[in-house]
């Protein structure tokens, strides 16, 4: 596999694995919720978002790092 390729794929993981961790934390906030632990819940999902943004966001940015490139 070449460089470019290997971090077009390295792009696509970090893309799906923000995507992952923002569903991760929406599950744990919505369990938090049903058993009456809303300020635990909404922490949880609001860092499950920030983490999940940050990771998908750095995987758009490589991509089109790479795209503008070749």
Not at 57 to 63: D, I, K, P, R
Request: charged share 15%.
């Amino acid at each position: 596999m070449t460089g470019g390729k290997l971090a077009f794929v390295f792009a696509k993981v970090l893309e799906g694995a923000g995507l992952i961790v923002i569903l991760v934390g929406v599950y744990l906030s919505v369990n938090l919720g049903f058993q009456d632990k809303g300020l635990e819940s909404m922490g949880i999902e609001f860092r499950g978002l920030a983490i999940g943004a940050a990771l998908f966001a750095c995987g758009v940015l490589l991509e089109r790092s790479l795209r503008a490139r070749g």
